[in-house]
């Protein structure tokens, strides 16, 4: 994940926005605007899916915002994941060459809203980074937003199989999707630097927390770290592992719950905000004192009405 990411390049002055696009789909059209008229933003992707989900809707969102047409750069899982992708970045190419000259204007901190990049200059082309882990940079444009987020034909048909096939094994029983972010987490090095640790507590009082509402539910776990799940949850539950799908396969699956648990960073989060019931998420997550729990912000992180446990 995230390292600390450069200090802010460039001064920002309030907007004077420029003609639309006032929506994703023209601003994927930039319709009769010269090359020379529109205001390009630009982002450069990095890391993993959920990361890069966030640096799309983020982006998206302040393009939305400050009527600039957004360019996207380099991304290794969006083209193939997401439905609309590949037309809401048409112009990526016509304008990338724009990115190379455009000023840098970076969050000061991975996970906490920097409110300054809803404010550049107007006359200016810029490219934002880094990693734009917070909602509340697309807050304003959630519809847009979600519209964006809808997963590939591909994707959704594996998912709403697997889906299908669960509802009709317990077709009286509340579904509760689990996403357990561990893998690389809980390796020493990440531990210092103050990546949140997925706890059995915390397992035990989300699980408890659906079942006492849901006496009949059945848990449906994803994680990259089965094995430990399998070792872990506690006994006791009625528990359905997902394997052998792709991440954005599993990510549609634990989505489309009726409720869901999210342990902690990008990949869980958006399995809660894709989620249409209650999301229960972990209290404590930040480490206070350690390099990461610095660029963490709970209230520019949380999605509101989640239920912290």
Not at 121 to 137: E, I, M, N, R
Not at 164 to 170: F, N, V
Request: with cysteine.
């Amino acid at each position: 994940m995230p390292q600390p990411p450069p200090p802010p390049q460039t001064p920002h002055s309030p907007p004077q926005p420029t003609p639309p696009p006032s929506s994703l789909e023209t601003s994927s059209q930039v319709a009769h605007s010269s090359d020379n008229t529109t205001r390009v933003l630009c982002h450069r992707f990095a890391a993993r899916l959920g990361n890069e989900l966030f640096q799309y809707a983020s982006t998206l969102g302040l393009a939305l915002t400050l009527n600039r047409t957004p360019v996207f750069l380099g991304s290794h899982h969006l083209p193939n994941v997401l439905k609309t992708f590949n037309q809401i970045s048409a112009n990526s190419s016509r304008f990338a060459s724009r990115c190379q000259k455009a000023k840098g204007a970076n969050e000061v901190s991975c996970c906490k809203f920097d409110e300054r990049l809803t404010r550049l200059d107007p006359s200016q082309d810029f490219t934002v980074g880094t990693y734009l882990v917070s909602y509340k940079y697309f807050e304003h444009h959630e519809p847009e937003i979600r519209k964006a987020l809808i997963f590939t034909d591909k994707i959704r048909n594996e998912s709403s199989h697997v889906v299908q096939e669960l509802r009709q094994k317990h077709n009286t029983s509340t579904l509760i999707g689990v996403h357990v972010r561990r893998g690389d987490m809980a390796n020493e090095h990440n531990i210092k630097l103050g990546y949140p640790q997925v706890s059995l507590d915390y397992l035990n009082r989300s699980m408890a927390f659906f079942r006492s509402r849901y006496p009949d539910c059945v848990f449906v776990v994803g994680s990259n770290s089965l094995q430990w799940c399998k070792d872990n949850v506690p006994s006791g539950y009625h528990v359905h592992y997902l394997t052998g799908h792709s991440p954005a396969v599993d990510m549609s699956i634990l989505s489309s719950m009726d409720h869901t648990i999210i342990t902690f960073w990008s990949f869980s989060w958006w399995v809660g905000f894709l989620n249409a019931g209650t999301t229960v998420h972990m209290k404590d997550f930040i480490v206070n004192g350690t390099q990461i729990g610095r660029q963490l912000d709970g209230s520019s992180f949380t999605y509101p009405g989640w239920i912290p446990l």
